[in-house]
Every structure is written in C-alpha cells, then in structure tokens.
C-alpha cells in the first residue's frame, strides 16, 4: 500500500529528528534527491541533503518535527505530497521555538521502496 | 512533444506576467492547482491562484520573470520540473528591485494539455 508507505516514512522521519539520528533521514533519500531549503542554494544529491539534515539538527538545534499530509498523489512510480508541519528548534544557548512551514515532496519508488526525490518548503502563516 | 509543452508554457508565463495578462496564467492552471507561496496561506483551486497572480501583478508590481529549468521528469500524465527564477518588481512608488527563487512545479496533462497543478517557491541565494 503505496499510501501507507509514504505516511510511515514521515513518521520515520519524524522520529529520526527526535532521535537525531541522521542515518535514518538518509535511507528515507533517493541518490539524486534535490533539496530546496528557503534562503539557501539548491541542494543535489544525497550527500548534500544529508548534510543538511545534519546541520538542522547538530548546527541549528532542530529536534521536533510534525508533519500533516494535505493531499497525496500517485503517477506510476511517483508520489506529490502537499502537506505542513511544525518544527521545534533550541538553537545552543537559545529558547525552544517553533516554526510553521508548508511543503511539496515527491517521492519515488525505487526497487520498492517509496525514496524522497524532491523536497521544498517555505514559511506557514495558516 | 511533453517537454517542449512544459518549456512553451513557461514562456507563456513569462510574457503573460510582462504583459500583465492574468487571464493567460490563468489558462495554465488546472482547476485544482495548489500555490504555496513563501509566508502566506496555501491557496487552493483556480480562483484563489488566479487571485494571487492578480495581486503579484496589480498590488506588487510584479512585471517580469524570467524561468530556467532545471530538471524535469515525467511519470505518465504527470511531470515534475526543477527550477530557479528571476522576479522584477517594481512595487507602486518604490524602485525596480529583482528577487531570485527557486522552485518545484508539478504539471498535470489534462485533455492533451499540461496544466500547473502544484506550484512552490522560496528565495535563493545561489
């Protein structure tokens, strides 16, 4: 069940934010996933946006993550997530705070396993 | 030819915005797109995208865009382009200014026509 699948991976990456566990987010990443975080340069491949997931968490505190699917649609062997989450964030020696964004993440199937492909997000005021 | 469509109807886009014509963006929209734009709601269905442009448009001067694909991949009726993008603005009293985005569209071919169906951007820095 294709949906099913894609829901558990958000929840594996939810839980990989709360654990800090980086190797987690990596293995949910297609090879040549591209990343387009806001207010930095587009992210190719899978080093890089592990790296970024690595900086989120060690460099910017980054230790929650809450995500709500909105729509999900499938074509063959690729999935349009539209959705939004909450981020919680403790940057060293600052308070918790929180942040509110929206997204589109296409996935792909890739020897059976629902990959992140592309991933773009930017700033919630709903 | 598919890619060719999505590539002619980006320069529709860019000549409908110098031209201030809403109503050829409009024409590339299906009728249930989704925009995310940066900092404001998710907005959805024709009438409320249509409504952003219009106000990009008339109320921030929005008055040239310039489209580079990056990468687009195709999954049946689907296609799912890269891209980044170059704003001219020139907000009533104020100066001409330029804003550079990037961005994931989805396209959806319906009735032979590839359509914008999901529409997502944030500022780049690269």
Redesign the interface.
């Known amino acids: 069940m294709s949906e099913r699948d894609i829901h558990a991976n958000n929840r594996v990456f939810e839980k990989a934010v709360a654990d800090g566990d980086v190797g987690q987010i990596a293995a949910l990443l297609a090879p040549d996933v591209?990343s387009?975080?806001?207010?930095?340069?587009?992210m190719f491949g899978k080093p890089a946006v592990t790296g970024l997931w690595a900086a989120a968490i060690k460099e910017h505190g980054l230790t929650g993550f809450a995500i709500t699917t909105?729509?999900l649609?499938f074509?063959?062997?690729?999935a349009?997530e539209?959705g939004?989450a909450i981020l919680s964030m403790t940057p060293l020696g600052a308070a918790r705070q929180t942040a509110k964004v929206?997204?589109?993440v296409?996935w792909k199937r890739l020897n059976g396993a629902w990959l992140m492909?592309?991933d773009?997000?930017?700033?919630?005021?709903?």
Chains 1, 2 share one sequence.
């Not at 387009?36 to 587009?42: G, M, S, V």
């Not at 074509?75 to 690729?78: N, P, R």
């Open positions: 591209i387009l975080p806001p207010d930095a340069p587009t909105d729509t649609d074509a063959g062997d690729t349009v539209v939004h929206k997204f589109v296409v492909h592309r773009i997000w930017n700033a919630d005021v709903s």
